[in-house]
Nanobody, 122 residues
């Protein structure tokens, strides 16, 4: 069994900061890319940031100057440091990990967390 558990969400005022964490656990062999996605009401899910096992990062244009993604490969944990938050950042944030598990050694499978609410008040 593999699970991803997000933490660190909540309610903040515009201009504030939050740090999201996501820990992958279970029968994991290798975690490749990890990332954060978000979905606001009435909108499609969108990529926020991704990071490879080697630490290469990619960001959505609207968060590039404000958010930082990082990871601890030993702990299989990915973080999203969010600063200068705006009301339009309000969404459910989902953690993603592309990984190989002990029960499926021949392919990389995408796993998702349950989502965590981030609300930014104006």
């Amino acid at each position: 069994q593999v699970q991803l558990v997000e933490s660190g969400g909540g309610l903040v005022q515009a201009g504030g900061s939050l740090r999201l964490s996501c820990a992958a656990s279970g029968s994991i062999v290798t975690v490749n890319d990890m990332g954060w996605y978000r979905q606001a009401p009435g909108k499609q899910r969108e990529l926020v940031a991704r990071i490879t096992r080697g630490g290469t990062t990619a960001y959505a244009d609207d968060v590039k100057d404000r958010f930082t993604i990082s990871r601890d490969t030993v702990k299989n944990t990915v973080y999203l440091q969010m600063s200068s938050l705006k009301p339009e950042d309000t969404a459910v944030y989902y953690c993603n990990a592309d990984l190989i598990s002990r029960t499926n050694l021949f392919r990389v499978v995408a796993y998702w967390g349950q989502g965590i609410q981030v609300t930014v008040s104006s």
